[in-house]
């Protein structure tokens, strides 16, 4: 008994040492109800949103998301009402305030929507999408991170609050 205790011991203590590792460098996904959950924090930091009175959120490829956000239809995201969430494996024809990106496929057309609609571009961390929308949400030795992309909210016309810049990688 005292060689099991001993043995998980060690186990726990190696992958403890590998999980704050410096090779492990990616984060991984977030679930999807803390992803939403901070989607509403965010909309806020960026100062274009962060002004409306109402946001609409289009969702690329991915299911769950899309559920859990139109379950917050009608109530407040940041300083606003979230009117409306849509859903596609297509890109929009519709200008939406926030795309989020949940496929590595239609990453590109999602960027280039959303650079020409002023749009923010999220998308999880660790989904195999070349991390090149304007805010990456993932997690990282147990903590919510997050990947700001200041070249892309260059291009989509993004405003940060500093308060964002304090807590964001930066690439």
């Known amino acids: 008994m005292k060689n099991n205790v001993s043995s998980l011991l060690i186990k726990f203590c190696l992958m403890s040492s590998l999980i704050t590792s410096p090779f492990i460098l990616s984060a991984e996904e977030l679930p999807s109800r803390l992803q939403v959950a901070l989607m509403s924090k965010i909309v806020a930091m960026e100062l274009n949103l962060a002004k409306k009175q109402e946001i609409t959120i289009f969702v690329l490829n991915a299911e769950r998301i899309f559920e859990l956000l139109s379950a917050n239809v009608g109530f407040q995201i940041g300083n ?21 990106i949940g496929s590595f496929s239609q990453e590109q057309l999602a960027l280039d929507y959303s650079s020409t609609n002023n749009a923010l571009s999220l998308y999880p961390m660790g989904a195999g999408l070349e991390n090149n929308g304007s805010l990456g949400l993932g997690i990282k030795s147990g903590k919510p991170t997050f990947l700001l992309n200041l070249n892309q909210s260059e291009a989509e016309n993004l405003h940060w609050n500093s308060t964002i810049l304090k807590v964001a990688k930066l690439k």
């Open 80 to 100: 606003s009402i979230l009117l409306k969430v849509d859903q596609g494996s297509e890109i929009p024809k519709d200008k939406y305030d926030v795309i989020y």
